[in-house]
């Protein structure tokens, strides 16, 4: 069975730009979530979509935005980037999410210039 | 509050076992997690443990729950130099059932030495 993919592996953006980044679940994984990851924040919660709807969002501006699609294939989108935006983005799925284990990708990682 | 705590860093010699030790906080997580990310990768999920469970096994693996303490361990055995990696503490943090948020500890480096 083919893990999780995310797309693309590094990009470089500039400030005040956006950016989609994109994720195709495990195959039968209904769940998808998406966390940050910083050296100085660490792994952060971002949101987690399960049949196309958001379930539950973290700590973030509404720069951070996402969505599901009926394949369960999920997207992250970010506008006006800032330097602070810069991280590696992983995403994660699940069966169902709720008390299953979130298998992740490799992430994408981001840079903002 | 939610909070997830590690050490930063444990050294061991190639063969010795590492034991990598979390504390969290939150009484009700469902399920406690390790993954390990290795340079410039994603993270891999190792294990996990029921909250239910004490302790749980697999190969090299061995994770231990003290549900009373809040304390979770990570033994690896016969420790390699391919073990050299970070490893990530979680526990889930469920919002009615519906969801599966992680929250994340702040990661041990693992230094393996030949």
């Known amino acids: 069975k083919a893990g999780v993919t995310q797309t693309p592996r590094y990009l470089i953006k500039t400030r005040g730009q956006q950016v989609t980044l994109s994720c195709s679940p495990i195959?039968?994984?209904?769940?998808v979530s998406w966390y940050q990851q910083t050296p100085g924040q660490g792994l952060q919660f971002l949101f987690e979509?399960?049949?196309?709807?958001?379930?539950n969002k973290g700590n973030f501006p509404g720069r951070f935005s996402g969505r599901q699609f009926s394949n369960s294939r999920s997207e992250m989108n970010v506008s006006t980037l800032e330097l602070g935006d810069s991280a590696l983005y992983l995403c994660?799925?699940?069966?169902?999410?709720?008390?299953?284990?979130?298998?992740f990708g490799n992430g994408t990682r981001l840079t903002v210039t | 509050g939610e909070d997830v705590e590690q050490s930063l860093f444990l050294s061991v010699r190639e063969g010795d076992s590492s034991v990598i030790n979390c504390t969290y906080t939150d009484s009700s997580s469902t399920y406690l997690y390790w993954y390990k990310q290795e340079p410039g990768a994603g993270l891999q999920l190792l294990t996990y443990i029921f909250s239910n469970m004490d302790m749980k096994q697999d190969q090299r693996l061995t994770v231990l729950l003290n549900k009373k303490d809040k304390h979770l361990s990570l033994r690896i055995a016969d420790t390699q130099t391919g073990d050299s990696a970070i490893y990530f503490c979680a526990e889930s943090s469920n919002y009615g059932g519906a969801t599966n948020k992680l929250i994340f500890g702040t990661g041990t480096l693992l230094a393996v030495q030949p």
């Open positions: 979509y399960f049949s196309e709807t958001q379930r």
């Open positions: 195959s039968g994984h209904r769940s």
């Open positions: 994660a799925s699940s069966f169902n999410g709720a008390n299953s284990p979130l298998h």
